[in-house]
Nanobody, 123 residues
């Protein structure tokens, strides 16, 4: 019963904020880096952010730097993505996934994936 479940998506106006959650059940996230990815219709899935298993290092795509913040609470087996100053181009399905302990940009290295949560930024 290994599951990753994303939540917190929705419809917001440009400039608004959302906080996404990635909750694991059936296994511990303690030993994994967690990446957030997004995929817009007709587009390739792209990396958004990643946090190491220790939480000691975080990575962000250039397009979201200064606007998004990734964090984790291992006690709750949950990783978060705070998204501020949202733009229409942020519209996508957002996925979280488990990766190696250190963050990697290679999607193939991420083993467990959630079902995704829709984020729509509409003007």
């Amino acid at each position: 019963q290994l599951q990753l479940v994303e939540s917190g998506g929705g419809l917001v106006q440009p400039g608004g904020s959302l906080r996404l959650s990635c909750a694991a059940s059936g296994f511990s996230l303690d030993y994994y880096a967690i990446g957030w990815f997004r995929q817009a219709p007709g587009k390739e899935r792209e990396g958004v952010s990643c946090i190491r298993s220790s939480g000691s290092s975080t990575n962000y795509a250039d397009s979201v730097k200064g606007r998004f913040t990734i964090s984790r609470d291992n006690a709750k087996n949950t990783v978060y993505l705070q998204m501020n100053s949202l733009k229409p181009e942020d519209t996508a399905v957002y996925y979280c996934a488990t990766g190696p302990r250190l963050c990697s940009s290679l999607i193939v290295l991420y083993d467990y994936w959630g079902q995704g949560t829709q984020v729509t930024v509409s003007s």
